[in-house]
């Protein structure tokens, strides 16, 4: 069992950063690949950005390419989402994933995950 507790949202204006942090527990976080999705009020969940075990692979939703940048650190058990420029369109609950994948590449489908955080709220007011 792996547990996911995400921190770091908040309220920012338009053009502004925010770092989001996902703090897990439970096993051994380097065998995990990590993601981030969001899910804005009354649209469907939509991946934001993944990580292989060792952060050798990244993937990014292309309405996020270059403007946010995902990381890990295995030593303190999180992965981060550093969100730059942010716009009123990112304003969304931000959840963190988690599966099994030692060795493996980074997961950009939903269904992949096995683990999931609670969420993060990041309102962007304009």
């Known amino acids: 069992q792996v547990q996911l507790v995400e921190s770091g949202g908040g309220l920012v204006q338009a053009g502004g950063s925010l770092r989001l942090s996902c703090a897990a527990s439970?096993?051994?976080?380097?065998?995990?690949?990590m993601g981030w999705f969001r899910q804005a009020p009354g649209k469907e969940r939509e991946f934001v950005a993944a990580i292989s075990w060792n952060g050798g692979v990244t993937y990014y939703a292309g309405s996020v390419k270059g403007q946010f940048t995902i990381s890990r650190d295995n030593a303190k058990n999180t992965v981060y989402l550093q969100m730059n420029s942010l716009k009123p369109e990112d304003t969304a609950v931000y959840c963190c994933?988690?599966?099994?994948?030692?060795?493996?590449?980074?997961?950009?489908?939903?269904?992949?995950?096995?683990?999931w955080g609670q969420g993060t709220q990041v309102t962007v007011s304009s």
């Open positions: 994933a988690a599966d099994y994948r030692p060795g493996g590449g980074a997961l950009s489908n939903s269904r992949e995950y096995r683990y």
């Open positions: 439970g096993r051994t976080f380097s065998n995990y690949a």
